[in-house]
Nanobody
Framework: QVQVVESGGGLVQPGGSLRLSCAAS????????MSWYRQAPGKERELVAT???????TYADTMKGRFIISRDNAKNTLYLQMNSLKPEDTAVYLC????????????WGQGTQVTVSS
């Protein structure tokens, strides 16, 4: 049974930091490209950052230099370190696992709420 569970969200002041985690099970985590997305109220879901099975990372331009994506394959866990948070970073943050081998496989978590406010 596949499970993808995000945690670590909460309320933080502007300029603060949070570390999100995504615990995965039920599939071979190390083979999957892992990504963080976010969705703010009334807005489309947007890609935040991706880390592939070879540990290559990519970021959306607005997150470069502030967010760091990483993974621990021994723990089947994905992380997102978020620094210098801004009110516009307020959103539900979702974890995605993706693999294409003959057919695509994509798994989503339920998300964790991040609110940046004073």
């Amino acid at each position: 049974q596949v499970q993808v569970v995000e945690s670590g969200g909460g309320l933080v002041q502007p300029g603060g930091s949070l570390r999100l985690s995504c615990a995965a099970s039920g599939f071979t985590f190390s083979n999957y490209q892992m990504s963080w997305y976010r969705q703010a109220p009334g807005k489309e879901r947007e890609l935040v950052a991706t880390i592939n099975s070879g540990l290559i990372t990519t970021y959306a331009d607005t997150m470069k230099g502030r967010f760091i994506i990483s993974r621990d394959n021994a723990k089947n866990t994905l992380y997102l370190q978020m620094n210098s948070l801004k009110p516009e970073d307020t959103a539900v943050y979702l974890c995605n696992a993706y693999l294409w081998v003959g057919r695509s496989r994509s798994y989503w978590g339920q998300g964790t709420q991040v609110t940046v406010s004073s």
